[in-house]
């Protein structure tokens, strides 16, 4: 891999409605999503002194399969510290913890080093950091691209939002407002994840509350059902955690004279926990 290509945009019909998706998922098989947005700079800039590559999280986050993947096209090591592994996982490795470990993750339980030295390189929870703006404003140069090409003068762009960084920088490289709605804890949550980024609130997205409130990782039954309602519709698979959330909330907006794009940000390897965890707690899959 030497570039992120332009990744395709796609209308589809939901729930009588015509929304276009910008299918980040189809981005690279390893390397995808806005995963792959927010690593880029570290793919195709050379660091020759460092080594690894520290972050933390949880122990199914997209973020650290991503990493690993970054890591083995670097040959560089990597160290993801998480709080906790559950047995059930740990006897029966799947989704993205299983494929880190594939690709030589080094994880650690516990709190992650504050400090490191010149040949590391620290990456926060879920990729929120700085440096994610060099791969997110390529994908609004996209957006804008495909925007003038079309012809659309009244656009929104949507997507659910864990700790908010993809949401933030195209809202700062994107004249179109950009809508977004907590998948990880609160607006107020999401607001102080955007101030820790970007001290100007001209260039932070809104932010939409979900229409219930979600906690992270929770099994629930109409997340479930939506999910499963969009691959029938659409033949296109979205992620199990956070897409639910944004999809729920999106469709109780309404836009009048509106183009609607929605960011499919990948995600689908932890998928295969998520159906998992789906079968053995409520029985629904």
């Known amino acids: 891999m030497t570039n992120i290509a332009n990744s395709p945009t796609q209308k589809i019909i939901f729930r009588n409605q015509n929304?276009?998706?910008?299918?980040?998922?189809?981005?690279h098989s390893d390397f995808t999503g806005n995963k792959a947005r927010k690593?880029?700079?570290?793919?195709?800039?050379?660091?020759?002194?460092?080594?690894?590559?520290?972050?933390?999280?949880?122990?199914?986050?997209?973020?650290?399969?991503?990493?690993?993947?970054?890591?083995?096209?670097?040959?560089?090591?990597?160290?993801?510290?998480?709080?906790?592994?559950?047995?059930?996982?740990?006897?029966?490795?799947?989704?993205?913890?299983?494929?880190?470990?594939?690709?030589?993750?080094?994880l650690k339980l516990g709190k992650y080093p504050i400090k490191t030295d010149d040949t590391t390189l620290f990456i926060s929870e879920g990729g929120a950091?700085?440096?994610?703006?060099?791969?997110?404003?390529?994908?609004?140069n996209e957006i804008v691209q495909w925007?003038?090409?079309?012809?659309?003068?009244?656009?929104?762009?949507?997507?659910?939002?864990?700790?908010?960084?993809?949401?933030?920088?195209?809202?700062?490289?994107?004249?179109?407002?950009v809508l977004t709605t907590p998948c990880v804890g609160d607006?107020?949550?999401?607001?102080?994840?955007?101030l820790e980024l970007e001290d100007d609130t001209k260039?932070?997205?809104?932010?939409?509350?979900?229409?219930k409130k979600f906690h992270f990782g929770k099994l629930y039954e109409e997340n479930y059902l939506i999910w499963k309602e969009l691959n029938k519709q659409t033949n296109i698979e979205f992620d199990?955690?956070?897409?639910?959330?944004?999809?729920?909330?999106?469709?109780?907006?309404?836009?009048?004279?509106?183009?609607?794009?929605?960011?499919?940000?990948g995600g689908q390897k932890g998928n295969e926990t998520m159906k998992t965890r789906y079968k053995r707690k409520l029985g629904i899959i």
């Not at 929304?19 to 981005?27: A, G, H, N, V």
């Open 19 to 27: 929304i276009y998706i910008k299918r980040d998922d189809l981005l």
């Open 39 to 106: 690593f880029y700079y570290f793919f195709k800039k050379d660091f020759p002194n460092i080594k690894k590559i520290i972050s933390h999280g949880s122990n199914q986050s997209n973020a650290m399969y991503s990493l690993s993947v970054l890591a083995k096209l670097k040959g560089w090591k990597f160290d993801y510290y998480t709080d906790h592994i559950p047995t059930f996982l740990e006897e029966n490795p799947q989704g993205n913890y299983k494929y880190a470990l594939e690709n030589n993750m080094n």
């Open 129 to 140: 950091i700085l440096e994610a703006s060099y791969g997110i404003e390529i994908l609004a």
């Open 147 to 177: 925007r003038d090409e079309n012809n659309i003068t009244n656009l929104k762009v949507f997507l659910p939002s864990g700790t908010g960084t993809t949401a933030l920088f195209l809202q700062k490289y994107l004249d179109d407002e």
């Open 187 to 194: 607006c107020k949550y999401l607001k102080q994840q955007f």
């Open 203 to 211: 260039n932070h997205p809104t932010i939409i509350a979900p229409p």
């Open 240 to 265: 199990l955690l956070y897409d639910p959330i944004g999809w729920q909330t999106l469709l109780t907006q309404e836009f009048k004279d509106t183009t609607i794009l929605y960011i499919h940000q």
